[in-house]
Structure formats: structure tokens, C-alpha cells
């Protein structure tokens, strides 16, 4: 008599299935790459942010984690290298109600992309962006880039890089961003939590995520694997929350500052766009993406109180 | 294809006397164009303005961009959130554009480009004439693939053409060209603006299917429907080779697939795409073949060689890109000669040179810009063809 138990495995459903397009899986990252950390993050905080999942839309441009709008169960755009932002800024102001996140790398949102990131961040441009900053061109392997520390050393520093990086939270601050957070994937839950408070958020958010990029930049500089690079955010990672993001800057293999430095709040375009013409046109002027209008707003609200 | 008539709130019918510029945004609006981002150059820029200075009446939205990459980037954002749009440049900004204008074309983006043109190349001749872009227009971003390009020749045509641009642009999902200059845009002369309900308008193809059925893309041959980000439809599109899910797939046979269908969506559908203007055509010993403000010199050549007891024929490209080989192949069976004059160095002549195929003379009037032909020129040019 044959008594053993069958073994079939549990057909569980991945709880990530509803936010990934899990026939897209595997993914093309590398072990020890941060970039998924940040997805399952992302993933987190849409769950908690209570947004409805269809009106959510994400944009990336070129590179590793360019490849993110592609693996995401989204209305999702896979940009030109680094145009994510102007797509996701047309995106969102010809369909306002949706929340548009662009999801995108070092070399593609601060490189050539830098001039967009710059501009969306002055108009206060409704849109969340999350930059994974793993210091190095990953996919064409691992060039310098404009947030490379200076003498860690890359395929086109192969002496050590003598340029002086951008701190990204320092620019987004300067540039007018209402949110500005920086994380190392280390810091999942604050990754999360972060991202949850982004997407919240009216105005542009900024996120910057330090990952590694164990294939190219750790072990080009001989920083070992991954979990040698977490081990480092560990040591050398000092939360301050509203830190002066002038002192924001982060040296080769030196502390990195981290926390939720910028939140406040201004009209976003949109808003901007519409107080400027309703100011200047008046009654017949139908604000712009379906918002009502103070006077209907009012209206309704005295509706309301009638009802109650 | 569904057909309506213009919105009437955004039609400014009746007769004008006004400028290409202007007429290339009042085509846009009625044409359903509610969305445009662009960054201002030399000659375009009126468009621009008329552009934002009408679109809070008619519930659209304007957007001044960093620059010409983002306002193409911007365009196509906006196009996948539901919008028919457009911007305007000239040159310097046009080759700017060539970036997303590939991938506007990878990924079946309609949107609509007019292209005021100016002398170049590089800063060149910032306030005056030209037709240098000719040819930038077809193959100025990388790789293969395929356009459509209009040729307004005055205010009028401006606005007729934005209109015809953004009904081909939503049938074929693809980028569309208004290849005007500087001379047509400049231009003031009268424009009439039909009633709405005379202007025939193609609406954006939606699907409407269960979710799970959703296909951004159709190889065979068709053009897939649209679907507008929000509506729960979850797409994807990327600049990569791609499936008809619009996942990337990257090898040859998938680039096979997905690039010809790319070119054959248009050079298949040619005949119904292609429009032309021909006049003394039956007899014709020359054909003078020309396009924009240069045909408008041209017919005086015609008119003057005719005078001499010449037989030639005028033949005027409204659609410049698909370009009308199969025609030009039938004239140059009966003709002695085809004349081209163009404000630049020789481009659209070459085409011709490639269908006529060495069956008859094809002459170059060529002129680097600046200023419009002096006809006598184009007449020594008939003349010399018609020997």
C-alpha cells in the first residue's frame, strides 16, 4: 500500500502579479541590482496609496531601469533615452486625472535628460518622478555619469573620474520641486513610504533611490557584491529629514545623507494654468481638464448643505 | 474610420484675410487639434501664438516646452492620453525633433509637425524662404519608416492641409508633415473658413473590446485601434522592436514583421494617400513639377512658355511624401522633358530622376534659398527641356 503524501506545490499567485505583467518575467536585471527593490517598492505604495490602478501611468526612458514601464501592469510608455518627463508631461495634462510616474535612471533623468528634469520641476508639473541612481550607464556598460562621485572610476573614467557629480536632490530643490526625497535600496520600507507620499502629492515629487550596480560600477571599483553595497548604505547612510539639500552631496564610498528634505506646496501647472485664465477671461472661460471651477465648487458645496 | 464634422465652438467660419501661419493653427483646431506644445522659431512661431491665444476659448491646452525634443516627446504623451495634437517649427527645431519623431513613428503615434521653412543649413537664413527639408522630412530620423508630408502653396491650403493632416495622421496612425516656408507663412491673403458642418473631420479609432483582447499593434496589414491611458486598457508601446501586445522582441524576424508593416501601411496605401494638382497636363510636351510657394512662380513660366506656342503641363505636388512615382513614370513615357524647380540644391529632383527612370529629360532648377525663383529662369529651363 502506497501511503505517501503527493507533494504539488501550492499554486500561489504572486502578490505582485496585479501591479507586473508577470508573462514579461524573468525580468533582465542583474543579481544584486537594485532596481527591483525599487519596483517592488513602487508596488507597495500603489497598493497602500488607494489610487485606482487604472489611472495609473508610467513612463521610463532608456537604460536599466528604463525597462521598468515595460514590466509594470500600467498604461506604460518605453520613451526615447532621457524624454521620459516631456512624455509623461504631455501624458498628464491631456488626461489630468491620471497619476503619471516616471520611472528612470542617473544617465537618462540627470544626463540627457536633464534640461526636461530641470523645466518639469520649475512649472511644478503634477507628475511623480523616481530616478535609480546607480551612478553608471548600466546597459551600454558602465560609462561615467553626471551623478558618477568623483575618482570612482567607470569604462570612459578609466583613470578615476575627475568631474564634479550633481546632487539630484539639490538640483530638484533648486529647480522648484515641492517633494524631494532620497532613499539607498537598503531602505525598502522608506522607499515605500516615500513613494506612497509622492503619489499623494500635488505638485512635482522627486525620488532618488542609491542602487547598486554590482555588475559594473561595484565591481569596476572593487566594492564587492551586493550585499557587501547594502552593507555600506548601512554604515554610512544618516537619516535627516529636511536636510539642507546644499549639503546633499555624496563622495566615492562617503556618507550618504538621506530623508525626506523638501515638502511644500505651491499650484501645480495645471492649477497655475487655470487661475491665470479664469483671473483673466473670466465666467467663459471652462477651466481645463475637467476640474470645476471655484463658483461650481461653491454651488456644490451649498447643495450639499441644503441636502444634509 | 469614424467621420464627423468640425466642433463648431473652435471654427472661426467665414472669410479672412490672414497669414499661413495663422491658418495652419486655425486647420489644427478644427481639425479637433486641443493640444499643442512647441517651442517658438523663426518663421513658425505665429502659429504658436494663435495657438495660445485661442485654445482657453475652445478648451485646449498650449504648452511652451524647454525645447523641440520635449514638445514632440510631449505631443506624443498627450496623443496616448487621448488628444489630437500637433506643434510647429522650422529647421534648426525640426532637426530637432528627428529623435522623437522616430519614435512617434515606432510606436504608430498620430501627431501632426508643420515645418515653416527657412534657409539653412544651421542657422542659415532665419527669416527667409526655402524648401531645404524636403528630405529631411522623409528620411531625417534613423532607421526605416515611413511618413506622410502635405505642401500647402498658400493661407488657404494652410489651413485646408492641417485639417487633411490630422484626418491621415488618425487613419494611418502616423506622423504628418505640413512642409510649408516662410514665404506661404508669411503670406496674408483670404482664407475661408468653412462652417463646422462642411469640415469633415476623421475622430481617433478607439477600442472598445475586453480588456484582455487589447492590441496596440496590427501587422497584418491593418491599422490597429487606439486606446487613451486611463481607460483601463493597461498598453504598453516602446521604441524597441516590438510584438503586437507591444512587448519588446528583439530579433530580426520581429523587426521583419514590425518594420514592414512600418512602410507598407502607407506605400500600400499610397494611391488613396497621394493628391495632386495637374493643369495642360493631356498634351504636354514638358511637365513643370513643382510644389509650395515655388509652384506659384512656376505657373508663370507655364502661362509664358505657353505664349511661345509650347505645349507644357503643370504639375503640382500637394503630397510630397508618399511620393507619386507611379505618375511620374506614366509622364516621363510621353514627354520630352520634366522640369523641377524647388528652393534647394536639388531633392525632390532626385525622386523624379529615380521614376522617370532615363525615359526623358528631368531638369533641375535648383536655388539655395532665400528668396523665391525669378520664372524667366524656370522658362529657359522649359525651353531647354523641350528640345
Not at chain 1, 111 to 137: L, P, Q
Not at chain 2, 30 to 38: L, V
Not at chain 2, 241 to 259: C, D, L, R, S, T
Not at chain 2, 303 to 319: E, F, N, P, S, Y
Amino acid at each position: 500500500m502506497n501511503d505517501e503524501p503527493t507533494l504539488t506545490p501550492p499554486e500561489e499567485e504572486s502578490p505582485m502579479s496585479s501591479v507586473l505583467r508577470m508573462e514579461r518575467m524573468p525580468h533582465i536585471w542583474c543579481p544584486g541590482c537594485g532596481i527591483g527593490t525599487v519596483v517592488t517598492s513602487f508596488a507597495e505604495a500603489l497598493k497602500k496609496s488607494g489610487l485606482d490602478q487604472d489611472k495609473v501611468a508610467v513612463v521610463s526612458g532608456i537604460g536599466c531601469s528604463g525597462r521598468v514601464a515595460g514590466y509594470v501592469n500600467f498604461d506604460s510608455i518605453h520613451a526615447t533615452h532621457g524624454r521620459a518627463i516631456p512624455v509623461a508631461t504631455g501624458l498628464k495634462l491631456a488626461n489630468p486625472e491620471l497619476k503619471v510616474v516616471v520611472i528612470s535612471g542617473d544617465g537618462d533623468i540627470m544626463g540627457i535628460g536633464g534640461n526636461h528634469f530641470i523645466h518639469a520641476a520649475r512649472r511644478n508639473m503634477d507628475i511623480t518622478v523616481i530616478c535609480i541612481n546607480n551612478f553608471t550607464y548600466g546597459m551600454t556598460g558602465g560609462q561615467v555619469t553626471p551623478t558618477t562621485p568623483t575618482s570612482a572610476n567607470a569604462s570612459t573614467t578609466p583613470y578615476g573620474n575627475y568631474e564634479y557629480p550633481f546632487s539630484m536632490p539639490f538640483v530638484a530643490d533648486a529647480c522648484g520641486a515641492t517633494y524631494v526625497a532620497r532613499w539607498t535600496s537598503l531602505h525598502a520600507r522608506r522607499i515605500t513610504k516615500s513613494i506612497e507620499e509622492a503619489l499623494n502629492h500635488k505638485g512635482f515629487s522627486f525620488i532618488e533611490v542609491i542602487t547598486p550596480c554590482t555588475t559594473l560600477y561595484q565591481r569596476r571599483n572593487r566594492l564587492g557584491d551586493g550585499l557587501d553595497t547594502l552593507q555600506y548604505y548601512h554604515d554610512e547612510s544618516e537619516i535627516r529629514h529636511g536636510a539642507d539639500t546644499r549639503e546633499t552631496a555624496i563622495d566615492f564610498q562617503g556618507k550618504i545623507v538621506m530623508g525626506k528634505f523638501v515638502e511644500r506646496h505651491k499650484p501645480t501647472y495645471l492649477e497655475a494654468v487655470n487661475e491665470r485664465y479664469a483671473n483673466v477671461i473670466g465666467d467663459d472661460y471652462q477651466l481645463y481638464g475637467g476640474i470645476p471651477s471655484e463658483k461650481e465648487k461653491e454651488k456644490k458645496a451649498k447643495e450639499q448643505g441644503k441636502a444634509e | 474610420m469614424r467621420k464627423t464634422s468640425a466642433e463648431p465652438k473652435a471654427v472661426l467660419a467665414g472669410n479672412h484675410f490672414m497669414d499661413g501661419d495663422h491658418a495652419l493653427a486655425e486647420g489644427a483646431l478644427a481639425a479637433g487639434c486641443r493640444f499643442f506644445a512647441g517651442y517658438p522659431i523663426t518663421p513658425s512661431t505665429e502659429t504658436a501664438e494663435r495657438f495660445a491665444e485661442r485654445c482657453p476659448h475652445v478648451g485646449g491646452l498650449f504648452i511652451q516646452m524647454e525645447d523641440e525634443i520635449a514638445s514632440v516627446a510631449a505631443l506624443i504623451g498627450a496623443a496616448w492620453g487621448g488628444q489630437k495634437v500637433m506643434t510647429v517649427t522650422s529647421g534648426p527645431g525640426f532637426s530637432l525633433m528627428m529623435e522623437n519623431i522616430g519614435l512617434a513613428a515606432m510606436t504608430e503615434t498620430p501627431l501632426v509637425i508643420a515645418n515653416v521653412q527657412r534657409g539653412g543649413p544651421s542657422t542659415g537664413l532665419p527669416t527667409l524662404t526655402a524648401q531645404q527639408d524636403m528630405m529631411q522630412a522623409r528620411w531625417g530620423s534613423h532607421g526605416d519608416y515611413r511618413i506622410i508630408a502635405l505642401c500647402p502653396d498658400s493661407p488657404q491650403e494652410c489651413f485646408d492641409l492641417a485639417v487633411e493632416a490630422f484626418n491621415l495622421s488618425e487613419t494611418y496612425r502616423v506622423p504628418v508633415f505640413i512642409m510649408t516656408d516662410e514665404t506661404v507663412g508669411h503670406m496674408h491673403e483670404k482664407v475661408v473658413i468653412p462652417p463646422a458642418e462642411e469640415i469633415e473631420v476623421v475622430e481617433r479609432n478607439y477600442f472598445t473590446g475586453p480588456k484582455e483582447d487589447y492590441r496596440p499593434y496590427k501587422f497584418d496589414g491593418g491599422i490597429a485601434p487606439m486606446v487613451k491611458a486611463g481607460d483601463g486598457y493597461r498598453f504598453h508601446v516602446t521604441g524597441l522592436v516590438h510584438n503586437e501586445k507591444g512587448y519588446p522582441v528583439i530579433n530580426a524576424e520581429q523587426g521583419k514583421i514590425n518594420i514592414t508593416h512600418l512602410i507598407e501601411k502607407i506605400d500600400g496605401n499610397a494611391d488613396k494617400i497621394i493628391r495632386l494638382e495637374e493643369d495642360g497636363m493631356e498634351d504636354a510636351d514638358v511637365v513643370v513639377l513643382s510644389y509650395g510657394i515655388t509652384s506659384r512662380i512656376a505657373i508663370k513660366a507655364v502661362l509664358d512658355a505657353r505664349k511661345l506656342g509650347m505645349k507644357v503641363g503643370a504639375l503640382r505636388l500637394i503630397t510630397v511624401w508618399p511620393f507619386c512615382e507611379k505618375r511620374i513614370a506614366e509622364i516621363s513615357k510621353t514627354v520630352k522633358g520634366i522640369v523641377v524647380p524647388e528652393i534647394n540644391y536639388g531633392q525632390i529632383v532626385r525622386e523624379v530622376e529615380r521614376s522617370a527612370a532615363g525615359r526623358c529629360k528631368v531638369i533641375s532648377v535648383n536655388h539655395t534659398g532665400g528668396a523665391v525663383h525669378e520664372p524667366e529662369v524656370i522658362l529657359a529651363a522649359i525651353q531647354e527641356a523641350g528640345k
